[in-house]
């Protein structure tokens, strides 16, 4: 039997990747008539590097994420998901994503994009998908391809 999800995470960055992922979870979201949460991680870590921390820098970044992220709200509510909340959190992307949005907003199912990092990038950085996947307490989705290709694919392999 398929589980029912209630409280679906999606992690979005402006890549392609996530719109993708994205996609894919306003569908699951549907589906399951569950909550969909809109996460959008500003990497403090980024700021530490300024030799001259400039408060308007973190403002820009903030504003420029709000912007997106509200733009994800709005196609989700058109697309017809009834529950849609969006969270900007700063701080590690990889343990907000991971453990802390998910325990305080009772996360059941994580969707997030495959990784753009190429193997060294994985090694030097590490994968924040891969993270996830390996260290999140609930299932996690990870969405490598557009839905509408999944479905040509299946029409293929079905002729």
């Avoid at 960055?13 to 306003?26: L, M, R, T």
């Avoid at 900007?88 to 990889?94: A, V, Y």
């Avoid at 990870?142 to 299946?154: F, H, L, T």
């Amino acid at each position: 039997m398929l589980k029912q999800y209630q409280h679906i995470q999606v992690a979005v960055d402006g890549s392609k990747e996530a719109d993708v992922a994205f996609s894919k979870a306003v569908e699951v979201a549907k589906r399951n008539g569950a909550t969909l949460e809109i996460l959008h991680v500003v990497d403090t870590r980024a700021f530490q590097d300024v030799s001259s921390f400039d408060s308007a820098m973190v403002e820009q970044v903030s504003e420029e994420a709000k912007t997106k992220i509200e733009e994800y709200y709005n196609r989700a509510k058109d697309a017809g998901v009834k529950d849609v909340h969006y969270s900007i959190e700063f701080g590690s992307p990889k343990n907000i994503i991971a453990h802390e949005f998910p325990e305080e907003h009772n996360i059941d199912l994580i969707i997030l994009g495959a990784t753009g990092l190429n193997a060294v990038e994985r090694l030097l950085i590490g994968s924040i998908t891969e993270y996830v996947t390996r260290t999140a307490a609930c299932d996690v989705l990870v969405i490598r391809q557009p839905a509408a290709q999944n479905e040509d694919i299946k029409k293929n392999q079905e002729n």
